[in-house]
Structures are given as C-alpha cells and as structure tokens.
C-alpha cells in the first residue's frame, strides 16, 4: 500500500524542522511526503530543501501563495495530486512517535478515518526543545512530559501510551470518546476523502477538520480511533489569524452539514459551487 505524509505548515520553520526529525524517525517507510505549504516564506523553503536532501523518500513541496489562512486549500491541492493509497495528516508543529505512521496504517480501513489527539506543550516547554531531545524520544518520555506541566489529567497520561499496543487498544475501545476529526492526527484512504470532495474551502481556522469529519460520517465512513496509541506533542504556536467572526462563520457552515447530513461540498477539490450561490 503506497502510504503517503501530508504535513500542512505555515511560517514555524523552527516548529517544522522539529518535526522533520521525528518524521525521519519513523519506524514505517512511507513511500513520499507532501509539505502542505500555506504560502511561506524562503526560511520554510530552505529547511524543506535541507529535509528533502536527508530524505530516503520522494519529499513533494506543495505551495501556494500567502493569502491569508488558506490551509483547506493548500490540502486538498496535495490531495488532488498524491499518487498514494492512503494518507496520512499532520500538521507541521507536532512530534510525532517513531509508531505513528505504522500504527495509522495498521489502522487502516475502507470507508473510515483513523483520529487521534494531542500532547500539549505550552510556551515555556516548546521553547526549549532540540533535535535532540526529538532524537533521543525525550520529549515522549512521561518524567519530562510531566516536569513541563503537560500531563495534566489521566487522559494526557493515557496519549503517551504507557501501556504495550494491546493494551491501549483495549482502552481506546472500552473508552469511548465522540470521535471527531483531528487534521493534526489523522489518516484516511484517499479514494474515501475523494468521495467526500476535500476540505471545504469556504471554512478558515476554527472547525475545518471537524466539519470534514462530520461530511465523513454523513456519508457513511466509520470513525476510528487511536488517541492511546498514536502519541503525537503539539508545539505552542501563536494564532494570529483566529478571529470571532471568522469562527461565526465556520459554525454556521458546521451546523449545516450537520442539519442537512451533507456528504460532499460544492467548495472542495471540485469547485461546484460560490459563494453567492452559498448566500
């Protein structure tokens, strides 16, 4: 099974040359990687090309210009060109486990989307992590979580999967939680996020995960989760683009889908529809 990595970024060079090293860590070979590239800047480029060089497989660069948070549509054009079976998503400010990728593709299914969730690092403890605490898995390591004030409650113990892989499997399924799309974590087969037409466009930050997943799901496809069992740590990062108005404006496209049980979107890889049409 081709197994592709889509890695969405935007302007955190530092955060994404983290997240290269766990990339490469990755105890499954995947067979390319897509950068997912919201219009950054030559810095982003730069650690790119120097990620690619160290690559042992195709590193795809996808980049449109900066107009604003246009992440939905960044995705769905690396999407719309992957040669892969499946596909894998992360975001570019997360650590992700040398398992990560092999537990998603052991997951896999037809007609279903895997999620996960986050380990949250605050300001304080994404400042002062290296390559090599990447390297040397020191930022999964529970003492340091700990110590950095990011296990909070059982449920962020439970992300770190202190358990052996049957184990959390277990829990992830006596433990029900109402499985929504996480972008930053997720995996799916790319005929069934074909069939759903992407990412809806119109939708800024604040939802857009979450209103895909419920599109998913109108349409039939199952929701599965490895919150226990695909750790994933989450770099602070500033969110200057998050604004009410915005986010208004993705719950009313939200609670559409919803009410109207919308399985594909007229503002996807598709252009069906716009937005006066919407209105």
Request: aromatic share 8%; glycine share 6%.
């Amino acid at each position: 099974m081709h197994t592709e990595l889509i890695i969405s970024t935007y302007n955190n060079p530092r955060a994404l040359d983290l997240c290269f090293e766990s990339v490469l860590m990755q105890d499954y070979r995947l067979t390319s990687i897509c950068i997912a590239d919201d219009g950054s800047g030559p810095e982003t480029k730069a650690i790119i090309d120097a990620f690619s060089a160290r690559s042992s497989v195709l590193v795809r660069h996808m980049w449109h210009a900066d107009n604003g948070f246009e992440k939905g549509a960044i995705l769905n054009k690396s999407i719309a060109t992957s040669c892969a079976d499946y596909l894998v998503f992360i975001d570019g400010d997360v650590l992700i486990h040398p398992g990560f990728v092999r537990r998603h593709v052991q997951m896999a299914r037809r007609q279903a989307f895997n999620t996960g969730s986050l380990i949250r690092l605050n300001k304080t403890a994404t400042e002062i992590v290296t390559r090599d605490d990447v390297k040397n898995l020191t930022v999964f390591q529970r003492p340091w979580l700990r110590a950095q004030g990011a296990l909070t409650d059982i449920s962020a113990w439970l992300k770190t999967a202190p358990f052996a892989q049957p184990v959390m499997s277990v829990l992830e399924w006596i433990n029900p939680i109402r499985t929504s799309l996480c972008g930053a974590n997720a995996s799916c087969f790319r005929e069934d996020i074909l069939a759903v037409n992407g990412y809806d466009e119109r939708i800024k930050y604040g939802g857009q995960d979450k209103e895909l997943g419920q599109r998913m799901k109108n349409a039939g496809f199952k929701a599965r989760t490895v919150r226990y069992s695909a750790p994933l740590v989450h770099l602070d990062h500033p969110r200057g683009y998050d604004r009410p108005e915005v986010r208004q404006r993705n719950r009313e496209i939200r609670a559409q889908t919803k009410t109207l049980r919308m399985k594909t979107t007229a503002f996807g890889i598709l252009k069906c529809g716009s937005e006066d049409q919407d209105e």
